[in-house]
Nanobody, 117 residues
Framework: QVQLVESGGGLVQAGGSLRLSCAAS????????MGWYRRAPGKQRELVAR???????SYADSVKGRFGISRDNAKNTVSLEMNSLKPEDTAVYYC???????????WGQGTQVTVSS
């Protein structure tokens, strides 16, 4: 069983920054990709950023130029650096990892990010 543990959420004013981290219980290079999703109140969950095992990165249009995803293979962690935060970035952020040919998804418990105006 894979465990993903997030950390780093909190309350920040608009324009501020936060860094989220996700620690995996196995080598992150064993996953097809790892990423961050978020779910805002009353909205569906959406993909924020993703990094594949080969290092290819993609972002949601709403966060391009403000957020950066990175990984530390030695520590089995994936991080999300969030800058120029906006109130509309307020959501619960979830770490996700997809594994194997069966495309099995694993999820973290979620971490709250609140951006005040």
């Amino acid at each position: 069983q894979v465990q993903l543990v997030e950390s780093g959420g909190g309350l920040v004013q608009a324009g501020g920054s936060l860094r989220l981290s996700c620690a995996a219980s196995r080598s992150i290079l064993s996953f097809n990709f790892m990423g961050w999703y978020r779910r805002a109140p009353g909205k569906q969950r959406e993909l924020v950023a993703r990094i594949t095992s080969s290092g290819r990165i993609s972002y949601a249009d709403s966060v391009k130029g403000r957020f950066g995803i990175s990984r530390d293979n030695a520590k089995n962690t994936v991080s999300l650096e969030m800058n120029s935060l906006k109130p509309e970035d307020t959501a619960v952020y979830y770490c996700n990892a997809q594994w194997g040919t069966a495309l099995t998804d694993y999820w973290g418990q979620g971490t709250q990010v609140t951006v005040s105006s």
